[in-house]
């Protein structure tokens, strides 16, 4: 069966950091662009950051830039997402996608709650 699993969401403290993994099965991420994905209640799903396949070549959405950083261990066919300095506005279900040609994956999503 082809999946991503998501995991490492929780409950932090504002300032607090978390490491989301998203683990493949069924499929190699070698040659996927991966990307990290978030929803907030009441707003569109939004694209966080991205990691290219071939060159490793990241890009980040502004508001992320700096606290958060994104990796990929191909051994553990896992991508990682360390989101530092977290704020009450990242707040949210993320997602992560890989994306090759015609073949698009996505997760389950994992919460990450923001709060003091």
């Known amino acids: 069966q082809l999946q991503l699993v998501e995991s490492g969401g929780g409950l932090v403290q504002p300032g607090g950091s978390l490491r989301l993994s998203c683990a493949a099965s069924?499929?190699?991420?070698?040659?996927?662009?991966i990307g990290w994905f978030r929803q907030a209640p009441g707003k569109e799903r939004e694209g966080v950051v991205c990691?290219?396949?071939?060159?490793?070549?990241?890009y980040y959405v502004d508001s992320v830039k700096g606290r958060f950083t994104i990796s990929r261990d191909n051994a553990k066919n896992t991508v990682y997402l360390q989101m530092n300095s977290l704020k009450p506005s990242d707040t949210a279900v993320y997602y992560c996608?890989?994306?090759?040609?015609?073949?698009?994956?996505w997760g389950q999503g994992t919460q990450v709650v923001v709060s003091s």
């Open positions: 996608n890989a994306q090759r040609f015609d073949s698009n994956y």
């Open positions: 069924g499929f190699s991420l070698d040659y996927y662009t």
């Open positions: 990691i290219n396949s071939g060159d490793g070549t990241t």
